[in-house]
C-alpha cells in the first residue's frame, strides 16, 4: 500500500517536472510578439528600402533587389534640405531644453524643494492633456499673441518644439540630480576650485547622464515629429516625419521606408556614441510618469 | 511566536539602521565646522532666483492649457475673442456625435490595449527575469528596439508588415486589429520596464519558499510573485493608458473602419482635433474636452498622491518592510 503511494508520488512528481509552469515559459508570449510586431517589421523596413515594385505589361507586379529609393533621395535637394533643416531644428530644440531644465532639475533636487515633490508631477503635468488639443492650444495662442506659423514659421515651430518636450528633459535630469554627490562639490570648493570650475568639472559630469538621456527623447523624436512642425509652421517647415508621413499617405512604400531606414541608422549612430554612459532606465518616454 | 518575533526583528531593522548610521556619523564628525552649503547654493538671493525661476517657468508652461481652459467658458472660435461667460460648449460636447465617438474610441482602445499589453508585458518580465542569459539579452535588447525608434518609425514599419502581409494573402486592409497591434508596440516594452526593477527588487527566495511550502508554481506566481510587483504592474497600466491616449502617429497609420465609427477609420481624439485644427483654430468644443480631461487628471493624481503619502506614513509607523 505504502509502496504503492510512493511510486504514484514518485511518477507525478516525474511528470510534473516534464510539464511543470516553469517560470521562463510565461516570456514566450512577450517573445512572440516582440519578434511578430517589432524585429519583422523592422526586417520588412530593410527589406523595402532596397527593392522596388514594377507593374509588368501584363499586369503582374514583380519586386526586384533596387537603389532606387536610395537614388531618389540623395539625389534630391529638396530631399536632402529636409535632412539637414530636420537636424537643425533637432539640435537648436535640444540645447534650448537643456538650458531651460538644467537649472529648473538643479533646483527641484534640492533638498529644499525636494520635500515638495508636487512641484516636479506640476511640471509633468501638461503632458496629460491630449498632445494634439496642447499642440492646437499653442498654435492659436501663438496666433493670437502675433507670432502665427505664417509669418514665423521658425520660431513657432520652435516653440512649440520646446514647450512639448520640455517636461521630458526635466525628468531624467533632475532623477540624475537626485544622485548627485554634494560631498564632492564641496570637496572641490574646499580645494580651491570656484564656482564655475565646480560646475563644470564636477556638476555638469555627474549629471552626465541625465543630460545624455534627456537629449536622446528630444532630438530623435524632434527630428521625427509630424503634428508639431506641420501644425505650428501652418505647413511651412518640412521635418523627416512630415517627408515619413507624406510617402505613407501616397502609398510609397519603398522611399518610405528608405528615409525610415536613415532614421534607424542615426539612431543607431546616437546609440553607439552614447554606449558608455550609464543611463536611466526609466527615463525614456513617458517613463517616470507615474 | 517566537519565530514570528525573529522573523520581524531580523529582515527590516539592520537595513534602516544602516542606512541611518552614516548620516549620523558625518554629522557627529565635524560638529565645531560652520554649517557650509555647497557653492550654488548660498545666501538667501539664491533662493528667491530658484523659487522665481521654476514658478515662471511653470506659468510658461501652463499658459496654453490655462487660456484653453479659460476660453473653455466663452463660446468664441478663436482665442482673443472673449463673448461672454457661459457653460454652453460644455453643452455642445454632449451633444457633438462626432467628439462622443472620437472619446468612446479612444477610451476602448486605451482600455484594451492597456490591459493587454500589461499581461504580456507583466508575464513577459517574469518570465525574461528567469530565462537563461543569451535569451535575457537578446529579448532586453528587442525590448529596446520601439522605446528608443521614434513613433514614426514604429507605425511606418508596421504599415509595411500590413502592406506586405496584404500583397502575399491578397487583400490588404486595416482594422481595430491592425490599431491595437500598434497601441500594443507602443505600450509592452514600457509595462516590462516598469515590471522589471520590481522583479530586481524582490527576494529571490520568496517564490522557492512557496514552492516548498507547498504551493504549486501557478499558485506561487499569483499569490507570491504577483503582490510583490503589484506596484510595478499598477504603473505599467496607467503608463499604457496614457501613451495610447496621447498617441496620433500610430493611430493615424494603422487606423482602419471599426468601433463606434462603424465603416469609416477608427477616429480617435488625436485623430479627430488634428484633422481639424490643419486647416482651422482648435474646435471650440475640444477646449471644454480639454479642461475636463485636465481636471479629472488632477483629481486622480491628488487622490493617487494623498493615498501615497497616507500609504507610507503608516508604512513608517508599523516599520514595515522597506522598499
Known amino acids: ?43 520588412l523596413i530593410i527589406a523595402y528600402a532596397f527593392t522596388e515594385t514594377t507593374v509588368l505589361t501584363d499586369g503582374t507586379k514583380q519586386t526586384s533587389f533596387s537603389f532606387a529609393a536610395a537614388a531618389s ?18 539640435i537648436q530644440t535640444t ?37 494634439v488639443i496642447r499642440t492646437g492650444a499653442t498654435r492659436d495662442l501663438l496666433n493670437w499673441m502675433g507670432l502665427s506659423g505664417s509669418t514665423h514659421p521658425w520660431s513657432a515651430t520652435i516653440i512649440g518644439m520646446v514647450y512639448n518636450y520640455l517636461p521630458f528633459t526635466i525628468l531624467p535630469l533632475y532623477t540624475t540630480m537626485l544622485k548627485l554627490d554634494h560631498a564632492q562639490m564641496e570637496a572641490a570648493s574646499d580645494l580651491g576650485a570656484n564656482p564655475w570650475q565646480v560646475f563644470w568639472k564636477n556638476v555638469i559630469p555627474q549629471s552626465l547622464p541625465g543630460i545624455v538621456s534627456a537629449c536622446e527623447m528630444v532630438f530623435m523624436p524632434v527630428m521625427s515629429s509630424y503634428v508639431i512642425s506641420d501644425t505650428l509652421s501652418e505647413g511651412k517647415i518640412t521635418l523627416f516625419g512630415n517627408y515619413i508621413y507624406l510617402a505613407f499617405s501616397n502609398s510609397l512604400w519603398n522611399e518610405g521606408s528608405f528615409m525610415a531606414l536613415i532614421m534607424l541608422v542615426i539612431i543607431g549612430i546616437t546609440m553607439f556614441a552614447t554606449r558608455n554612459v550609464e543611463k536611466d532606465p526609466s527615463s525614456v518616454r513617458g517613463g517616470g510618469l507615474w | 511566536m517566537v519565530e514570528q518575533e525573529q522573523a520581524t526583528a531580523s529582515s527590516p531593522t539592520p537595513v534602516a539602521s544602516q542606512a541611518e548610521t552614516p548620516d549620523v556619523v558625518v554629522t557627529k564628525r565635524i560638529p565645531s565646522r560652520p554649517k557650509k552649503q555647497h557653492p550654488f547654493w548660498e545666501g538667501k538671493g539664491k533662493r528667491v532666483f530658484a523659487h522665481c525661476y521654476i514658478w515662471v517657468l511653470l506659468i510658461l508652461m501652463y499658459l496654453p492649457v490655462l487660456v484653453l481652459m479659460i476660453y473653455s467658458f466663452t463660446t468664441a472660435t478663436t482665442l482673443g ?12 460636447l454632449f451633444q457633438d456625435k462626432e467628439i462622443q465617438i472620437a472619446v468612446g474610441n479612444t477610451a476602448i482602445i486605451a482600455l484594451v490595449a492597456a490591459t493587454l499589453s500589461t499581461i504580456i508585458g507583466t508575464l513577459g518580465a517574469i518570465g525574461v527575469y528567469e530565462s537563461r542569459p543569451w535569451a535575457k539579452k537578446t529579448l532586453e535588447f528587442a525590448t529596446q528596439v520601439p522605446v528608443v ?44 520596464l516598469s515590471v522589471k526593477p520590481k522583479l530586481i527588487q524582490m527576494d529571490p527566495a520568496l517564490y522557492e519558499a512557496a514552492l516548498d511550502l507547498g504551493c504549486t508554481p501557478r499558485q506561487a506566481l499569483r499569490k507570491v510573485v504577483f503582490p510583490e510587483i503589484l506596484p510595478g504592474v499598477f504603473s505599467g497600466f496607467l503608463l499604457s493608458i496614457t501613451l495610447s491616449l496621447d498617441d496620433f502617429i500610430v493611430t493615424a497609420f ?56 497616507v500609504k507610507a506614513h503608516q508604512g513608517k509607523k508599523r516599520k514595515g518592510r522597506q522598499y
Open chain 2, 81 to 92: 475673442d472673449w463673448k461672454g461667460f457661459s457653460f454652453d460648449l460644455y453643452g455642445q
Open chain 1, 73 to 90: 533621395f540623395f539625389t534630391s535637394a529638396s530631399k536632402w534640405s529636409v535632412l539637414f533643416v530636420s537636424l537643425f531644428i533637432g
Open chain 2, 149 to 192: 525608434n521614434p513613433e514614426i518609425v514604429i507605425a511606418l514599419s508596421l504599415i509595411v508588415m500590413f502592406v506586405f502581409i496584404g500583397s502575399i494573402s491578397g487583400s490588404f486592409h486595416l482594422s481595430f486589429w491592425t490599431l491595437l497591434a500598434g497601441h500594443l508596440v507602443l505600450t509592452v516594452p514600457f509595462v516590462y
Open chain 1, 95 to 131: 540645447v534650448i531644453c537643456l538650458i531651460l531644465s538644467y537649472p529648473a532639475a538643479y533646483f527641484l533636487a534640492e533638498k529644499k524643494f525636494r520635500v515638495n515633490k508636487v512641484l516636479v508631477i506640476l511640471f509633468i503635468m501638461p503632458m496629460w492633456i491630449n498632445f
Open chain 1, 1 to 43: 500500500m505504502s509502496l504503492t503511494n510512493q511510486e504514484k508520488e514518485n511518477r507525478s512528481t516525474r511528470l510534473g517536472q516534464v510539464f511543470a509552469l516553469k517560470r521562463k515559459y510565461l516570456a514566450i508570449p512577450y517573445a512572440l510578439f516582440l519578434v511578430l510586431f517589432v524585429i519583422i517589421p523592422l526586417l
Open chain 2, 254 to 309: 494603422t487606423t482602419g473602419p471599426g468601433l463606434l465609427s462603424g465603416n469609416s477609420n477608427i477616429a480617435t481624439v488625436s485623430t479627430y482635433v488634428e484633422g481639424i485644427i490643419k486647416k482651422h483654430p482648435l474646435p471650440a468644443t475640444s477646449r471644454a474636452l480639454a479642461t475636463l480631461i485636465f481636471v479629472g487628471v488632477l483629481l486622480f493624481v491628488a487622490v493617487l498622491t494623498i493615498y501615497n503619502n
